[in-house]
C-alpha cells in the first residue's frame, strides 16, 4: 500500500512540475512577444536639400539626320566616306558611273551646236528673202509708174505683181523656218539640260555638316532612288528620346534640367535639358516621350543607344528630410513612429516635394527627432506604446541620395 501511495504521489509530483514548465515557457513567450523591447533603426531628422526628379528610359537619337540616297538608277563607283567620318556641308559622298550620261550630254551639246548652225542658215536664207523682195517691190513700183506715163504695157505690170507675190511667200516661209530652227534649239538646249541634271546626279553631296553613323553600300553595288547607301547625322542636336510614365506628365516643362546616364558609363552623369514634350501617350504602356538635348556625350557613343534620364522636376534646400523608408501608412495617412522615452510614438506628418530616396515633412516632426523603424522589417511590427530599443542604422541616410 505504502508503495502504491508513493508512486501516485510522483505521478502527482512529476504531472505538477510539467504544468510549472509549460506555464514559465508560455509566460516566456508572452512576455517577449509582448513586453520585451522591439529592436528599431533609430533616425535623427534633420535639414537638408530634396531633389525631385522624374525618371524615364531611352534611346539616343539625332534631331536632323538623313538618308543618303541617289535620285537615279545606278552603279555605284565610289563610296569616299566611311562609318564614324565627319562630312561637310556640300561634300562629295558617292559616286555612281555616269559614262552614259556624259556620252549623252555629249551627242546633246553636238545637237545643240548644229541646231544652232540650221538657226544661222535659215536667218541667212530670211535675209536673202528679204533682199529678193525689196527688189521685187521696187520692179512693181517701177512698172507702176511706167504705165502711168504709158511707158510699159499691162503685161509687165501683172509679170512685176506675181513676182512681188513670190518674194513676199518667199519671205513668210523664211520666218517660219526660222521659228523652227529656234524651237529645235530649244529643244536640243533642254535635252542637253536634262542630260547634264542626269550627270549631275551621278554624284551624291552632304546636304548638311554631319556625322556618318551608317554605311550601307559599296562600290559595285546598284541602288535605286530611295535606296540607302548612308546616315548622316548632325551632331550639334543629339536628344534622348526618353518614354515616361504619363501620371509625371504635371510635372514637366520644356527647359527643365536633367542628367543622362548612358549605360556604357552608369557612373558617369552628361548634363542634359528638356526640349520637347510628346502629344501622344502608348496605349498599351501608358508612357509619352519626351526629348531631352544632351550637352556632352561620352567619347564614344551611338546612336539608338540606351540611356535613363532624371529629369529634375523641383528642388528646395535646407527642409525637414525623413527618408522615404522611414513613412508609414495608415488609413491612407502618412505617419512615422517616433522614439518617446524609449517608447514608439505614432506621429502624422504632412509631406511636401518628394525625392527619390528622402521626403519634406512640412510639419508633424521637428529637426532632432529620433525617428524609427524595426529592425528586421520581416519579424517587427512597430505598434504605437511598443517599448524599443534602437540598434545601429545600415542605412544611414537623411539628404537626398542621386544616382
Not at 4 to 31: D, H, N, P, Q
Not at 165 to 188: G, K, N
Not at 193 to 214: M, N, Q, S
Not at 369 to 380: E, F, I, L, N
Request: overall charge neutral.
Amino acid at each position: 500500500m505504502l508503495a502504491e501511495k508513493w508512486v501516485r504521489l510522483r505521478r502527482r509530483i512529476w504531472s505538477a512540475g510539467k504544468a510549472v514548465i509549460a506555464l514559465g515557457i508560455v509566460t516566456a513567450v508572452m512576455y517577449w512577444t509582448q513586453f520585451a523591447p522591439l529592436p528599431v533603426v533609430a533616425h535623427v531628422v534633420q535639414r537638408g536639400e530634396i531633389v525631385a526628379e522624374v525618371m524615364g528610359t531611352g534611346t539616343l537619337d539625332a534631331h536632323f539626320s538623313a538618308t543618303i540616297s541617289p535620285k537615279i538608277s545606278g552603279l555605284v563607283t565610289a563610296v569616299l566616306v566611311d562609318l564614324g567620318d565627319r562630312a561637310a556641308a556640300g561634300q562629295v559622298l558617292v559616286q555612281l558611273d555616269d559614262r552614259d550620261f556624259k556620252r549623252q550630254a555629249d551627242v546633246s551639246e553636238s545637237n545643240v551646236s548644229v541646231a544652232q548652225a540650221a538657226v544661222e542658215r535659215q536667218e541667212a536664207e530670211r535675209n536673202r528673202a528679204l533682199a529678193v523682195l525689196d527688189q521685187a517691190r521696187f520692179d512693181s513700183d517701177r512698172i507702176k509708174s511706167l504705165i502711168r506715163e504709158s511707158s510699159a504695157a499691162a503685161v509687165e505690170s501683172q509679170e512685176a505683181i506675181k513676182a512681188l507675190r513670190v518674194a513676199e511667200a518667199e519671205v513668210a516661209r523664211s520666218d517660219a523656218a526660222v521659228a523652227e530652227a529656234r524651237q529645235q534649239v530649244i529643244a536640243t538646249e533642254k535635252t542637253l539640260e536634262f542630260y547634264r541634271a542626269k550627270l549631275a546626279d551621278t554624284v551624291v553631296v552632304a546636304p548638311f555638316g554631319g556625322l556618318i553613323a551608317r554605311r550601307d553600300r559599296d562600290p559595285g553595288d546598284i541602288v535605286v532612288p530611295g535606296s540607302s547607301v548612308l546616315l548622316l547625322v548632325a551632331t550639334d542636336e543629339l536628344w534622348i528620346s526618353a518614354w515616361v510614365d504619363e501620371t509625371e506628365m504635371e510635372r514637366l516643362t520644356v527647359g527643365q534640367s536633367a542628367r543622362v546616364f548612358f549605360r556604357s558609363q552608369p557612373e558617369h552623369a552628361y548634363a542634359g535639358e528638356v526640349v520637347r514634350l510628346g502629344r501622344e501617350a502608348d496605349r498599351e504602356t501608358r508612357e509619352f516621350l519626351v526629348d531631352v538635348r544632351v550637352r556632352e556625350l561620352p567619347k564614344n557613343w551611338a546612336i539608338g543607344q540606351r540611356a535613363e534620364v532624371y529629369i529634375e522636376a523641383g528642388r528646395k534646400a535646407e527642409v525637414v528630410c525623413l527618408p522615404t523608408r522611414l513613412v508609414v501608412w495608415r488609413d491612407r495617412n502618412a505617419g512615422t513612429f517616433v522614439d518617446q522615452s524609449g517608447r514608439a510614438t505614432w506621429r502624422a506628418v504632412k509631406l511636401g516635394l518628394r525625392g527619390r530616396e528622402s521626403v519634406e515633412v512640412v510639419n508633424g516632426i521637428n529637426v532632432g527627432d529620433s525617428v524609427v523603424t524595426p529592425a528586421d522589417a520581416k519579424t517587427g511590427v512597430l505598434k504605437p506604446g511598443q517599448r524599443i530599443a534602437p540598434v545601429p542604422d545600415p542605412e544611414p541616410a537623411g539628404v537626398e541620395q542621386r544616382p
